[in-house]
């Protein structure tokens, strides 16, 4: 009995043994979860801006693949998201002056590149403030798959007319807000973790 025994444990050890190498085989890629589908921002609906602001700023990038995914208003200010082949890109426009900011970033190639602090990443940063004593400070953080604007002003401000494949949240210091863009779920995964 006791032979049988340690012959069926050594088949057992064995077989799993041999099931645990050959597991994963082929082109060592581990087939994502079935939830785990993730859009791309080049794959999101690009939306229509009332007029053109892009064409008409300096975005030397307009009319070339220049697709716009979202556009909120912060206050006085008119925040336009875009993206082209490989980059995402953020406008700010002042009704008064036309475009104050105009962020462009690549973002990452591959995993081990960029900053991972929040889903949807990795991402590339970049941030710019504009010339006045009343224009706002602006980060972009650029993902494949989502990206984050910050924005931050000397004064309080409401948010309105969201237009586009975005989402935005107010900090608790009332003067920075966050526009996320990318697919409903990246985004609801982004904003818990913003504060």
């Excluded at 979202?70 to 426009?93: D, I, M, N, P, W």
Aim: with cysteine; net charge positive.
């Amino acid at each position: 009995m006791n032979r049988t025994i340690r012959s069926i444990a050594l088949v057992s050890t064995l077989s799993l043994a041999a099931a645990a190498c050959t597991a994963g085989e082929g082109d060592g890629h581990s087939s994502p979860s079935p939830g785990s589908h993730r859009t791309p921002l080049s794959k999101l609906s690009e939306v229509a801006l009332s007029g053109d602001p892009l064409g008409a700023s300096d975005v030397e990038l307009s009319g070339s693949g220049t697709r716009p995914l979202g556009e909120v208003r912060l206050g006085e200010h008119r925040v336009v998201s875009y993206v082209t082949s490989k980059k995402c890109g953020v406008s700010v426009f002042d009704p008064k002056k036309g475009e104050v900011i105009g962020l462009r970033t690549a973002w990452p190639e591959n995993n081990s590149e960029g900053s991972d602090e929040l889903p949807g990443g990795p991402y590339f940063n970049s941030s710019a403030s504009g010339a006045g004593k009343s224009d706002p400070w602006v980060s972009l953080s650029c993902g494949r798959n989502s990206m984050i604007i910050k924005y931050e002003s000397r004064d309080s401000f409401k948010d309105s007319h969201l237009n586009g494949a975005i989402s935005v949240k107010r900090s608790a210091d009332e003067r920075t807000q966050f526009v996320v863009i990318g697919s409903t779920e990246e985004r609801a995964k982004i904003l818990k973790k913003l504060s």
